[in-house]
């Protein structure tokens, strides 16, 4: 068979990062890898997962093994609707759809509201893989600016030719800049999609890692209290996870959304996964009635913001000439700008051969693709080798 001619359009023009293959060399046991978006292994709450499989398969067997409903488990999505009523706005367990991760969920939400040729608008930079997600259904993406005023289109958009269908936004310590959207930004935006008829799809992975506790309200709660509604449903796809406050490889996320959006995601996800995993489930369930998250998200912050300390300090220290980075409030991410002119891919290749990683910026814009920057993740590391990792760093910038 000859493969390549029997490809979809859209098995073709997707593409594999040449970044990510570089990074692979991150698994080299000398490298200190500020690549990868993820959480501090070493805090896994271990003992409690390995305690709630037991006893999810000693109680309820059949129930973890056996296939589920579309829409993930009832008690589950009861739980997390009432974790997202907040401020007075109401989530109904209807409004709720448990998904494989947030990936899943941008995943369905790109498929349920996009055809082949419409255009969704972005920050620029945004995350990396709500785009790979978005183009393999067609999509294309305006960079817009966001800010007090609300967002702004950025002059060079190429795509503004075409009305925007949907707002993508990640206000809570985005992913790669580590950037909060203000109370103001929030409800400017929250009122331009209402005027405009664009859904805003709030995805919200890190909301929970404020290093100071609470974030501004979400956008579904600000919408839902601007259109009176006494429960959410309005304009807006609210997006969480379970990835960076319990773990990744638990694969479970969730959608908040109207109901008729939720009930048109089941229908899709019929056709791709059937539903999400009941081991899962069963052991995400058992972990929120033992009070787990209630004692992850505490420590993730402290330990985060000394991490997030121990990086900035070591920047600082190292007093690099035209490099300045942001101060993020929480997240995982730190976002670096090398002195105009520098290129971070290049530096890259540099900082691998003396064991440091990172992910260079040019890969999460969309078209600024400004090439001296670059995304610095804290997380994973403990505050020695971030000290360390920093060290290597600096002397590949300083030798230009
Ligand atoms: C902004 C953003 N959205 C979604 C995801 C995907 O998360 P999940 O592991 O829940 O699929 C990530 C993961 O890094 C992310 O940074």
Known sequence: MNWPTRYSQSARMAKRSAIRELLKLTARPDMISFAGGLPAPELFPVEEVRDACVRVLTDRPSRSLQYGESEGFPELREWIALRESRGGVRVDPGQVLITQGAQQALDLVGRCLLDRGEVAWVEDPTYLALLTAWRGVGAGFAPCATGPEGWTRVKSGRAFGRPPRVFYANPNF????????????????????????????????????????????????????????????????????????????????????????????????????????????????????????????????????????????????????????????????????????????????????????????????????ASNTLRLNYSHTNPERIREGVRRLSSVIRAG
């Open 174 to 369: 985005q992913n790669p800049t580590g950037a909060t959207w203000t109370r103001e930004t929030r409800r400017r935006v929250v009122e331009q999609a209402r005027a405009e008829g664009v859904a805003l799809v709030e995805d919200d992975p890190y909301g929970d890692l404020g290093f100071q506790g609470d974030t501004p309200p979400s956008l579904w709660s600000m919408d839902a209290e601007r259109a009176g509604l006494g429960r959410g449903g309005g304009n807006v796809v609210r997006i969480g996870t379970f990835s960076k406050v319990l773990a990744p490889g638990l694969r479970l996320g969730w959608v908040v959304a109207p109901e008729e959006v939720v009930e048109r995601m089941v229908a899709v996800r019929q056709g791709m996964d059937l539903h999400p995993g009941t081991l899962a489930q069963s052991v995400v369930w058992e972990l929120v009635q033992r009070g787990t998250l209630e004692r992850q998200v505490p420590r993730l912050r402290t330990a985060y913001q000394e991490r997030c300390e121990a990086m900035i300090r070591s920047l600082e220290e190292a007093d690099l000439p035209g490099v300045t980075w942001n101060r993020p409030e929480g997240g995982m991410f730190l976002w670096v700008r090398l002195a105009e002119g520098e290129c971070a891919e290049k530096l890259l290749r540099r900082a691998l051969e003396v064991g440091v990683a990172f992910v260079p910026g040019a890969e999460f814009w969309v078209e600024q693709k």
